[in-house]
């Protein structure tokens, strides 16, 4: 996979640059429905939602 993907790098990075063409001012066609979306956690959750671990016990210790 990391051959691909250093190909596929390769290939981009010869093709021509077509930057007149890039509109970043536009909204996205699909995948805008989750822009307001939040990442909860149990370090930021105070008071916005509550939690239910249901079976799930352990807590992630990794950061």
């Not at 596929?8 to 077509?18: A, G, H, K, N, R």
């Not at 979306?37 to 210790?61: Q, S």
Request: glycine fraction near 8%; aromatic fraction near 6%.
């Amino acid at each position: 996979m990391a051959d691909c993907l250093g190909y596929l790098f390769d290939i981009v990075d010869q093709s021509p640059s077509e930057e007149e063409d890039i509109d970043t001012g536009k909204l996205p066609v699909i995948g805008n429905d989750f822009i307001d979306t939040r990442l909860l956690n149990r370090r930021n959750t105070e008071g916005m939602a509550r939690i239910e671990e249901g079976a799930f016990r352990e807590m992630d210790t990794v950061v």
